[in-house]
């Protein structure tokens, strides 16, 4: 427990240090040299927890996101750096955990603002709402009542979100519990499981987070997931679908350059190609980091060939797109559905799950499981 208090306590006193040297050096190589010492330090942090889900939680908030974050920051990019005027708080939050303010919030959580200023500054004039093509006008009818204050209304998702995660909270818990028939089951299906409950894990975890950030920070927070088994294609699910804090980092940090120089040799048009494959490549060497923190032995690159070779097989389908298929061509989605998600599932059970089994991860985690099932029933008895 004091370990976890004094690492913690370095991250708050290091990203201290971050947001001084944003008030006070210049953005560029200045500020880099001047975050580089904090980088290294959350690189080494994540060796200090031997636990699969604390020292995986914490690798991937700070030595991978804080990390590019931090150094984004450096030149005046990033999250960090969207607001010169963020206060300490919202920099630390924004720096170790992995949250994106939404730039386009909710119509009805802009209504409530407005609400809540038209209370306090009051005025003689009712609130409308500008015309345009998704509100024109509303026409007169002799015998309808004009309605003075028109209210523009969109489905809530916020009230969504407490039961999405209570059901795949169940679900995840009714899927522990069936590993412990696992020897009844074939390999592959426990494979099989395995894949739903990375992704049940990653979702849950990351929900709870934003949300509770979400309400420390009363800001409108991205979601961290777009239901990513609903892909149709592995563009959609790498582009838009899975993990879209790691997306729109990596997009910053290492597709865009890429791309910039990318444009200079090959020219705009097949630019992004060479771009999304140097961002599976750091991607690829980010997730072998990943695997180390949480094994402690000797990388056996299979992890990095797995997501170099989805990287290439991105690259042939946006060609086919763009070449062959010219974007007009589609596979129905009852197709390219199964299709996108079979090719990520074999792929996986091929390069991904391998050095996990090997070096017994998940024997690893089903042994916490069982650790927080007993912590759990001896505070409630």
Request: charged share 15%; with cysteine; proline share 8%.
């Amino acid at each position: 427990m004091n370990n976890f208090i004094s690492v913690w306590l370095s991250v708050f006193i290091s990203l201290c240090y971050c947001y001084s040297i944003g008030k006070f050096v210049p953005k560029g190589i200045p500020r880099l040299f001047g975050v580089l010492p904090v980088v290294c330090l959350f690189l080494l942090l994540p060796l200090n927890f031997s636990s699969i889900h604390l020292g995986g939680t914490f690798a991937f908030f700070i030595a991978w996101l804080a990390n590019f974050k931090l150094l984004l920051f450096a030149f005046g990019k990033g999250p960090l750096s969207s607001n010169p005027s963020i206060s300490l708080g919202h920099f630390i939050a924004f720096a170790c955990l992995p949250i994106k303010i939404q730039q386009n919030p909710p119509l009805d959580s802009r209504d409530k603002s407005q609400n809540i200023q038209n209370k306090s500054n009051p005025s003689p004039k009712s609130y409308s709402v500008a015309p345009n093509k998704e509100n024109p006008p509303e026409k007169k009818h002799p015998n309808r009542p004009i309605k003075e204050n028109p209210v523009l209304k969109r489905p809530r998702k916020g009230h969504k979100w407490p039961l999405n995660i209570t059901i795949k909270s169940i679900l995840l818990a009714m899927l522990i519990q069936l590993y412990d028939y696992s020897d009844k089951f074939h390999p592959w299906a426990i494979l099989c499981l395995y894949c739903f409950h990375i992704y049940l894990w990653l979702e849950i975890t990351l929900a709870l987070v934003a949300a509770l950030a979400q309400a420390m920070l009363r800001l409108e927070l991205e979601p961290q997931f777009n239901a990513p088994y609903l892909s149709t294609s592995l563009q959609d699910f790498w582009g838009k679908r899975w993990n879209i804090m790691v997306t729109s980092i990596l997009r910053q940090a290492v597709y865009d350059p890429f791309l910039n120089i990318a444009t200079h040799v090959v020219g705009r048009k097949w630019a992004p190609l060479p771009a999304i494959l140097g961002t599976f490549v750091v991607s690829a060497l980010m997730h072998e980091l990943m695997f180390y923190y949480l094994s402690h032995v000797k990388p056996t690159w299979e992890i990095t060939w797995f997501f170099l070779f989805h990287g290439v097989c991105l690259v042939v389908e946006i060609y086919l797109k763009k070449v062959v298929l010219h974007q007009k061509v589609r596979l129905p989605r009852l197709i390219s559905g199964p299709l996108a998600l079979g090719f990520l599932v074999v792929t996986g059970f091929w390069m991904f799950f391998p050095p996990l089994l090997r070096f017994k991860v998940d024997v690893r985690v089903l042994e916490e499981y069982t650790i927080f099932k007993d912590i759990f029933h001896a505070l409630k008895f």
